[in-house]
Each structure stands twice: as C-alpha cells, then as structure tokens.
C-alpha cells in the first residue's frame, strides 16, 4: 500500500506543477523550515531530532543561503550556523561552496566546509570535483567527484566521497530525479553506500571510522500556487555500527517554504 500512495503522489504532481514558471522567475527569496527526525532501533537509544530554517536569495549570478540549525541527539542539544553560494560563471560552469560553525560539538561538527565545482560537457553531462572538510576532535577530508546526465525530464547522478580516516573510507550515492514544471519541483530516489559529509547524519563519522551502511531515499518537492513550497522525505538504512553488528535507521523529513 506504501509503494501505490508514493506512486499515486507522483502521478499527480504534474498538477501542482502547471503555470508556475513564468511567476516564480520574479520570486527571488525563499524562507523555509524543515524537520528531520532519525529513529535507531540498536544503535543509539534516543531519536535524532533536527530543525532548520533556511534563507535563500536568487540573482542571474549566483544563490546565496543562510541557515540556523537546532537537534536534539546523543542525549544532547545543539546549534549550528551556515553559510553556502551557489555562484554561476557561465551557462556551462557553476560552483558550491560552503562554511558551517558549531559551539555545540558533538552534537554538530565544530567545523565544516567545503566546495564543488560543476561542469556541463556535451552530451547532457555534468561533471562534479570538489572537497569538503569536518573538524570534530581531528579533521577529517574527503575528496569528492561525481557524474550526472539529463535527458528529457530526467536526472541522473552518481557521487563518491573518497577520505583516508583510520583507513581508506569510500562513500557512494546514485540518485534519479524526475522533474515537473519547473526546475524546483521533481520527486527523487536516492540509494546510498557509507555515510556521506554533506548529510545531517555526517556526525557519525565520529562513532565509527569505517561505518558500513546501505541506505534507500525518497522525497518530493513541489510548489502550490507559486509561492508556497512544500518538501517530503524518507528512508531506511542499514548501518554496520560495530564489526558484524547491524541496526536499522528510518529516516523522515517535512518542510514548508515561502517564496517572495
């Protein structure tokens, strides 16, 4: 019944999405606020609980995003800020870069950064090189390198996240996008090996070094008349948190935004 709602869901986006693009071009702000709640059956005994609010505001030349983070985890609370601009150089060429600060360690990482820089190549590809960087009581820095491909109204990716953390550690991330309207509404899937640095969850780089883990994602995100944003995920992983030991994780998120 599970997989016939989602499909159902996916079915009628195409609704939701109609005669959106012309109007939201002149809507260049968005404020949004997202939940994310984490549940261990083995491996931690309290839920994780995550709260953002987001700022974002668009120009020709870039993006550029503000966000206050709060959770609740590890029997702990805490606070993060970030930063992150998404700067376009040219119609083929865009790049991510990244800061974030926490007092509030480990509940968040004290440091985090990180760039990506995006290139289209012929064909409907786009390639992806980067880095990002976590400090908790070391640093930790991972390589990271990707692949995309449009084609109609499809996307495809594949990610790694490569570090030599108490041993090579490698992390990988293929996801499918399908979008409706509009570049901001699409429902994607998304299946996972490791734990990667961009992910809330990144603090469990800090519970074991070499974490195992095999994780399975669906979400949506779609605008309702144009300046409301709505976002809906969830997933399961498998998380091999001590050697030959398993837990399970499920994973939910829900967020509203409001574009202006």
Do not use: C
């Amino acid at each position: 019944m599970k997989i016939r709602s989602f499909l159902l869901l996916i079915s009628l986006l195409p609704f939701f999405a109609v005669a959106q693009q012309a109007d939201s071009v002149l809507l260049k702000n968005t404020l949004t606020l997202q939940y994310e709640y984490f549940h261990f059956d083995k491996q931690f005994t309290n839920d994780w609980h995550i709260t953002g609010l987001e700022y974002k505001h668009e120009t020709k030349k870039a993006a550029i995003l503000g966000r206050l983070n709060y959770a609740n985890r590890l029997s702990k609370n805490g606070w993060q800020g970030e930063l992150e601009a998404y700067p376009k150089f040219s119609k083929k060429v865009y790049s991510y870069a990244g800061i974030g600060y926490s007092a509030n360690m480990p509940v968040f990482p004290k440091f985090r950064a990180g760039y990506s820089l995006y290139v289209n190549i012929p064909k409907a590809i786009e390639l992806e090189a980067g880095f990002r960087y976590l400090y908790f009581d070391k640093s930790v820095l991972i390589a990271v390198a990707g692949i995309g491909y449009y084609t109609g109204n499809w996307f495809l990716q594949a990610r790694s996240f490569m570090s030599d953390n108490n041993g090579f550690n490698l992390a990988g991330m293929f996801t499918v996008r399908r979008y409706f309207g509009e570049m901001n509404d699409y429902v994607w899937l998304q299946y996972g090996t490791g734990v990667s640095p961009d992910e809330t969850r990144n603090i469990q780089f800090t519970t074991n070094q070499r974490l195992y883990s095999n994780r399975i994602i669906a979400g949506v995100r779609t605008s309702v008349k144009q300046k409301n944003l709505l976002l809906l995920s969830f997933g399961y992983s498998r998380d091999e948190y001590k050697p030959s030991t398993f837990g399970n994780q499920l994973y939910g998120s829900v967020g509203y935004g409001r574009r202006f």
